[in-house]
């Protein structure tokens, strides 16, 4: 049976990527980097003691320096010494994008009765503003092993993760991104987009299989970012939920936002209406189910977008009415998922339709044999469809004492065996075998 769902998921991961890449990508790239520290210098003029000195250091977009002043102290004693260490530091420039740009940087040492350090400055300080010019740079593998390799030391280091979290965004491994964002506990802007694209990404990718962690992330996406492409990941991970109202009303604002948008690719329309869709048949809303599908036919003429997800649903309402022995039900949603327009899920809706009556208490074979008929119209080697059509064949055999419908079904059932064989369809083997039994066939 074709399964709603899994399609559903494959279609909004494809156009999520889409909507979501170059946002992330634009802000990062275009994001102020500040000056960095690249490695401290040295000095041979001794220092007083304990105390923190503050210099003001003019990086040129080239790499060279001026020492400007001390901002402050809190030892006199210390300065001359802090210019010293200053004066023989390496630093990189501030980049606007990946363009190198003259900017100042406040350079901190902290120093103690032996030894001296420089905190921690701008987004990537120290030993940390290599990853940030590799990720400008589009060098992303090196980036994730740097990265990786300064958070073996410094483990649970912040920077380093949203680093390795952003190399990851770039690299299209969404989970990995999202492992290494989470351990976050305040997202930096420069991250913030890429950030809730990965937790987005995921959150659609576990929809179906994990819903309750999709939702968890889909929400984190849309606390760092309520653009469409959170909310419309909050829309897919809500309905996973069952929480169809919610999920319509996020898809609802999605699509708002993007139909406003001048340059929003039809992909992504159709793809928010196809979800809003899903909300609507699950809610009974016809008005608004016949609206959408009439929208998306627009949208895309020769597409079957909209048909296989009315098809798919009725499809669904039909075996678990008939799994819950409600055959009058099972046949009234079975014929609307036949009647929907997609030829697979038709062929498998009568075939379905063939077995509620089967499995009744009375059967009526000429409509097995009419369900069956109508299967194997879409596709004549359906084993299945076969097999329910042999099935017919023999019960309108026994009905009437016609030999010729007995022979005419071992016939039909033997090709439904073989192709069945043929297929590794252990399952169905079996079952036609019993059947050909009870036949004398």
Not at 8 to 32: C, I, K
Not at 238 to 252: C, T
Not at 396 to 424: E, W
Request: glycine share 8%; net charge positive; charged share 20%.
């Amino acid at each position: 049976m074709k399964r709603l769902r899994p399609v559903a998921a494959t279609l909004a991961f494809a156009v999520l990527a889409a909507m979501g890449a170059l946002p992330a990508r634009a802000q990062y790239t275009s994001e102020f980097s500040p000056a960095k520290l690249i490695k401290q210098g040295t000095a041979t003029t001794p220092w007083a003691g304990p105390g923190l000195v503050v210099l003001q250091v003019e990086v040129f977009p080239n790499g060279t320096f001026h020492v400007m002043k001390v901002i402050r102290t809190t030892n006199a004693g210390d300065v001359a010494a802090a210019l010293e260490i200053a004066k023989t530091s390496t630093y990189m420039p501030a980049h606007r994008g990946s363009k190198p740009i003259q900017a100042f940087y406040d350079y901190t040492l902290k120093f103690g009765k032996r030894l001296v350090r420089s905190g921690e400055q701008g987004m990537g300080g120290g030993k940390l503003g290599h990853i940030d010019a590799l990720i400008h740079a589009g060098k992303y593998a090196d980036a994730k092993q740097a990265a990786a390799t300064y958070l073996l030391a410094h483990p649970g280091n912040a920077l380093a993760l949203q680093y390795l979290g952003i190399a990851d965004y770039f690299s299209s491994d969404y989970p990995s991104a999202v492992k290494a964002f989470d351990k976050v506990k305040t997202i930096g802007a420069p991250f913030k987009v890429a950030a809730a694209q990965a937790f987005a990404a995921v959150a659609v990718l576990r929809s179906s299989t994990d819903p309750d962690q999709a939702l968890l992330y889909a929400q984190k996406s849309y606390a760092l970012d309520s653009s469409p492409n959170s909310l419309y990941a909050l829309g897919l991970a809500e309905f996973g939920m069952k929480h169809y109202a919610r999920s319509i009303a996020s898809l609802e604002k999605a699509r708002g936002m993007l139909f406003a948008q001048k340059n929003t690719p039809t992909a992504t329309k159709v793809a928010v209406d196809s979800h809003l869709l899903q909300g609507y048949l699950q809610t009974g809303d016809t008005t608004n189910s016949n609206a959408m599908l009439a929208e998306l036919k627009a949208l895309d003429p020769t597409g079957t977008t909209g048909a296989e997800f009315v098809g798919a649903f009725y499809l669904q309402q039909g075996v678990a009415a008939a799994k819950a022995h409600k055959p009058v039900e099972a046949l009234a949603a079975l014929d609307k998922a036949a009647s929907a327009g997609d030829p697979k899920i038709s062929e498998t809706a009568y075939t379905q339709a063939a077995f509620v009556i089967i499995q009744s208490s009375a059967p009526d074979y000429n409509r097995v044999r009419s369900y069956a008929k109508k299967a194997l119209a879409i596709d004549p080697n359906d084993p299945v469809a076969l097999f329910a059509s042999g099935i017919g064949e023999a019960g309108l055999a026994t009905d009437f004492h016609r030999a010729d419908l007995t022979d005419r079904a071992k016939t039909t059932l033997n090709k439904a065996l073989a192709i069945a064989k043929a297929g590794k369809n252990a399952a169905l083997v079996l079952q036609i075998q019993n059947f050909l039994k009870h036949l004398g066939g």
